[in-house]
C-alpha cells in the first residue's frame, strides 16, 4: 500500500521567503510527526498530531513554525521568514497510535535549501 | 529529558566482516529503544526495535541489538556484513507518547 508522502521533495527559495512543506501520512495512521534533519545531524523532533487531540508543538524551534493538521489526514508544515540555518531534510512520519509497539512509518523528506 | 549518543559517526567495514554500531541513552523514565536505517537516497525504515521482554532482539537481515540497562546501551551487531548494508543507521529512544530522539547517526560503508 501507499507509504507516507512528502511534497515537494526538494525546495530552494531565497531568505525570507515562507515556505510550506505537505505531508500525506498511510491512510489511517492517526498519529502523525514532524522531524527535521540537519546536515551531519540525527533527527531532532518538531511536532506531532494525535487525532483530534491538541498537538504537541514542544519542539519548534521558533514561533517562525508552524503545522496544521485536518482531522487524521493531511499535514502542512510553514516556515515563515526563512532563514539560512531552516536549511535541512523535513521528514514527515505516521503511526497508527501513540504507543511505542506503533512503529513510525517516514516519508522520503523535503530538502529545504535557502540561499 | 533523554538523548541517544551514537559513539562512531563513520564506521568502514569490509565485506564478509563483523560490524558492531555503539549506541548509549539517558532518560529518567522506562524506554523503548530503536534502530532505523537508511540506505542511499531513500527514506528511514525501522530496522529493529526493544519495547520489553527478551533484552537480545533480532532483524530479518542479520542484526541484533542488544538492551543493557545497567550500561544504558543498546549496541547494534551484524556478524558477516554485505555491500548491501551500506547505510546510515540511527539509533532512537521514544517517550510514553512515541516521540523519537534520535542519535547523530552512524554511516557505515561496506568495502569489497
Excluded: M
Excluded at chain 1, 53 to 66: I, M, N, T, V, Y
Excluded at chain 1, 87 to 92: D, E, G, I, N, T
Excluded at chain 2, 61 to 85: C, M
Amino acid at each position: 500500500g501507499a507509504g507516507v508522502s512528502q511534497s515537494p521533495s526538494n525546495k530552494v527559495t531565497e531568505k525570507g521567503k515562507d515556505v510550506e512543506l505537505r505531508c500525506d501520512p498511510i491512510s489511517g495512521h492517526t498519529a502523525l510527526y514532524w522531524y527535521r534533519q540537519r546536515l551531519g545531524q540525527g533527527l531532532e523532533f518538531l511536532i506531532y498530531f494525535q487525532g483530534n487531540s491538541a498537538p504537541d508543538k514542544s519542539g519548534l524551534p521558533s514561533d517562525r513554525f508552524s503545522a496544521e493538521r485536518t482531522g487524521e489526514s493531511v499535514s502542512t508544515l510553514t516556515i515563515q521568514r526563512t532563514q539560512q540555518e531552516d536549511s535541512a531534510v523535513y521528514l514527515c512520519a505516521s503511526s497508527s497510535g501513540t504507543l511505542s509497539n506503533q512503529p513510525q512509518h517516514f516519508g522520503d523528506g523535503t530538502r529545504l535549501s535557502i540561499l | 529529558a533523554q538523548s541517544v549518543t551514537q559513539l562512531d559517526s563513520q564506521v568502514p567495514v569490509f565485506e564478509e566482516a563483523p560490524v558492531e554500531l555503539r549506541c548509549n541513552y539517558s532518560s529518567s523514565v522506562s524506554v523503548y529503544l530503536f534502530w532505523y536505517v537508511q540506505y542511499p537516497n531513500q527514506g528511514l525504515q525501522l530496522l529493529l526495535k526493544y519495547l520489553s521482554g527478551s533484552t537480545l532482539v533480532e532483524s530479518i537481515n542479520g542484526f541484533e541489538a542488544e538492551f543493557n540497562k545497567s550500561q544504558t546501551s543498546f549496541h547494534l551487531r551484524k556478524p558477516s556484513v554485505h555491500i548491501s548494508d551500506t547505510a546510515e543507521y540511527f539509533c532512537a529512544v521514544s517517550d510514553i507518547w512515541n516521540k523519537l530522539s534520535f542519535g547523530a547517526g552512524t554511516t557505515v560503508t561496506v568495502r569489497a
